[in-house]
């Protein structure tokens, strides 16, 4: 089992910065790959960001790309995502995930994901 525990999440102003953080714990050695998805009211979750643990392959949505970074701290099993310029259309619940092992369905897509965190929400006000 796998636990993961975000946090950072907050009310900014258009052009803010963010750094949401997921805290890993549980058997987290066999990661393969963490990433970052959100949800917004009426709409379904959609994939922001991840990070392929050993290799350090990044993967961006185009809606976050050159906005947003996805890094991680092996000692302290924990992923990052930064979000700079934020928009109100940034504005969801954000989720962190973990995937165990590789599989078809890429990076991606919330069903390569095992392990769902509670979510924090992050707010943009214009």
């Known amino acids: 089992q796998v636990q993961l525990v975000e946090s950072g999440g907050g009310l900014v102003q258009a052009g803010g910065s963010l750094r949401l953080s997921c805290a890993a714990s549980?058997?987290?050695?066999?990661?393969?790959?963490m990433g970052w998805f959100r949800q917004a009211p009426g709409k379904e979750r959609e994939f922001v960001a991840a990070?392929?643990?050993?290799?350090?392959?990044?993967y961006y949505a185009e809606s976050v790309k050159g906005r947003f970074t996805i890094f991680k701290d092996n000692a302290e099993n924990t992923v990052y995502l930064q979000m700079n310029s934020l928009k109100p259309e940034d504005t969801a619940v954000y989720y962190c995930?973990?995937?165990?092992?590789?599989?078809?369905?890429?990076?991606?897509?919330?069903?390569?994901?095992?392990?769902w965190g509670q979510g924090t929400q992050v707010t943009v006000s214009s």
């Open positions: 549980g058997r987290t050695f066999n990661t393969y790959r």
């Open positions: 995930a973990d995937q165990r092992t590789p599989n078809s369905r890429g990076a991606t897509s919330s069903w390569a994901y095992d392990y």
């Open positions: 990070l392929t643990w050993r290799a350090g392959t990044t």
